[in-house]
């Protein structure tokens, strides 16, 4: 029993390249959210998904898009990236009620 | 606006000593308070979590209390160990929907021998 697992750990852009972030969990949870943590900040929601097929937008979703085509899996996508993209994103999931889990994080630079 | 602050920002305490962070919240309508520990480099931990009639939570060395009414939270570690080195996140709640969750910015506890 994996829990949230998050592929990629560390990730090194340039500005204006794509990339997808993948999150995967493993306990059949309904609700699954991207968040992005910056220092000095609070977790930031970026978009969330309620179940499969459906997705929502967070407090900082400009620059982001998220699809949830399987239940287990929610990808953050970044069209063009930008140097204020550079942060560490957190996939969290949890039951319709419940606790959030985690992941262990990805950490970003756009250079 | 709904807001999180915890104070302090830092602490260094000694192993074996005990330490207690605060957290005051202006989130409504408030729905439950968790405490999260997340080590450096890792995702948040659950640690605690309390609804509005709950006033105090433990989880082994971690005794976590509420007081709705002033809209404060506390999280006050026993005989701190150097394991508990983390920042610890407090988490309020709102009804609704999906649950919406205000994090706040963290207490980053460094425990020195």
Not at chain 2, 7 to 33: A, D, H, M, W
């Amino acid at each position: 029993n994996a829990g949230v697992t998050q592929t990629p750990k560390f990730r090194v852009l340039k500005t204006g390249q794509s990339m997808t972030l993948l999150c995967a969990q493993d306990m059949n949870h309904e609700y699954m959210y991207w968040y992005r943590q910056d220092p000095g900040m609070g977790l930031r929601l970026i978009h969330y998904s309620v179940g499969e097929g459906t997705t929502a937008k967070g407090e900082v979703p400009d620059g982001y898009n998220v699809s949830r085509l399987k239940k287990q899996n929610f990808l953050l996508g970044l069209e063009s990236a930008a140097p204020s993209q550079t942060s560490v994103y957190f996939c969290a999931s949890r039951p319709r009620t419940g606790e959030l889990f985690f992941g262990e994080g990805s950490r970003l630079t756009v250079l | 606006k709904n807001q999180v602050e915890q104070s302090p920002q830092s602490l260094i305490i000694l192993e074996g000593k005990n330490c207690t962070l605060q957290c005051n919240y202006t989130v409504s309508p408030f729905s439950n308070l968790r405490w999260y520990k997340q080590d450096t480099g890792r995702g948040p931990v659950s640690l605690t979590i309390m609804t509005f009639s709950e006033n105090t939570k433990s989880n082994g060395r971690y005794t976590a209390t509420l007081d709705a009414d002033t809209k404060q939270s506390s999280l006050h570690i026993t005989a701190s160990q150097l394991s508990d080195s983390a920042s610890y996140i407090c988490v309020v709640g709102l009804s609704g929907g999906y649950q919406k969750v205000t994090f706040g910015t963290g207490t980053k506890l460094q425990v020195i021998p």
